[in-house]
Nanobody, 114 residues
């Protein structure tokens, strides 16, 4: 199994930045894809970004050129650097990994004020 613990959420003004972290533990060697999702108030959970073990990345159109996903294999942590934040980025952000099964973190709240 894989355990995921997110951190780094908070309150930020529009135009600001935050970096989310997701620390993975357990059978991390089985992970091959790492993703971030988000769920805004009253909305469905949406894909945000993905990185593979080969460092291939892809992003949802609404975060391109603003967010960057990365993976530090030395400490088994997935990051989401979020710049130029907008009020519509307000959501609970979830870390997700695909290993032998799919695993989710508990979520971290990001609130962007206008």
């Amino acid at each position: 199994q894989v355990q995921l613990v997110e951190s780094g959420g908070g309150l930020v003004q529009a135009g600001g930045s935050l970096r989310l972290s997701c620390a993975a533990s357990g059978r991390v060697f089985t992970i091959n894809r790492m993703r971030w999702y988000r769920q805004g108030p009253g909305k469905q959970r949406d894909f945000v970004a993905q990185i593979t073990r080969d460092d291939f990345t892809n992003y949802a159109n609404f975060v391109k050129d603003r967010f960057t996903i990365s993976w530090d294999s030395t400490n088994n942590t997935i990051y989401l650097q979020m710049n130029k934040l907008k009020p519509e980025d307000t959501a609970v952000y979830y870390c997700n990994v695909l290993a032998l099964s799919q695993y989710w973190g508990q979520g971290t709240q990001v609130t962007v004020s206008s």
